[in-house]
């Protein structure tokens, strides 16, 4: 009877430290992911800021050609000026006529400098305004990602509290199980990964679902000796009641602690 019941309190043992250490799976996993999610909640930031100041250096050129086109139209209109001055110099009527044409072809160059000048100040005013634009859109990015860089770190910092309590639980647990089962445990464990423990379920191993033969299931549920299952290996249980509305409700495989909880 005594041992039995120290086979059970075993069993149970062991069906706790494989949920902390399939706990302690995830909770890594989870920590290590944070800095990349950090990341991926900073690309739109780093995006909306490199469309700003790229925008920002489309502009700053524009306005480059902008000033250059309006050095051209001073040198237009002194051209023009000069020229019309000379007419006092003029004395034949072909050099009237002369003056005329260099003076309408002024005319056209200066038309087609303001003309240039004038498009590329619409260009300005489309860039300063997608500029306005596009720095809210930053403002609005970068507070995004703040509440949502806090938001990850609070995570973190739970989960690191968490990682604590359930490692300080398995630092208790383990000295309760004994070694043998244990090294019986971690050894089946490197193998199956999460589930080295495993409930017979309608008759089946929880681990391969492989039929467990009745004279098994019996053993397992007397709980007299360690069994494993003969096809996968896996330690076999029988669930406490409170298990198999559980084992029940899902087909697959074990249900992970995680879900459990
Ligand atoms: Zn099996």
Redesign the pocket.
């Known amino acids: 009877m005594s041992e039995e019941t120290g086979l059970k309190d075993q069993l149970e043992q062991l069906v706790r430290l494989q949920e902390i250490d399939n706990r302690l799976v995830i909770l890594k996993s989870e920590m290590a992911r944070i800095p990349e999610r950090i990341e991926t909640a900073r690309k739109f930031l780093v995006e909306s800021q490199s469309q700003l100041s790229q925008n920002h250096a489309e502009g700053e050129t524009c306005n480059q050609r902008k000033r250059e086109k309006e050095r051209d139209l001073e040198t237009c209109e002194e051209r023009l000026s000069k020229a019309r001055n000379r007419q006092n110099e003029i004395k034949t009527n072909k050099e009237y006529q002369a003056h005329l044409q260099e003076i309408e072809a002024f005319k056209i160059e200066k038309g087609r400098v303001e003309e240039a000048l004038l498009t590329l100040m619409e260009q300005l005013d489309l860039y300063s305004r997608k500029e306005a634009e596009l720095a809210q859109t930053v403002k609005a990015a970068e507070q995004k990602f703040e509440s949502e860089r806090q938001q990850l770190e609070k995570q973190s910092e739970a989960l690191k509290t968490e990682w604590g309590v359930v490692e300080k639980e398995r630092e208790a647990i383990v000295p309760a199980v004994d070694p043998k089962l244990l090294k019986m445990y971690q050894k089946i464990k490197s193998l199956h990964r999460e589930w080295a423990v495993?409930p017979i379920r309608h008759g089946t191993?929880g681990?391969?679902?492989?039929n467990v033969p009745p004279q098994m299931i019996t053993e397992v549920r007397a709980r007299q000796r360690i069994l494993t299952?003969s096809?996968?290996?896996?330690i076999l249980y029988w669930p406490s009641s409170a298990e198999q509305p559980a084992a029940v409700k899902e087909a697959g495989s074990p249900q992970s602690p995680a879900a459990s909880s």
């Open positions: 495993v191993c681990g391969c679902h492989m299952c096809q996968c290996q896996r």
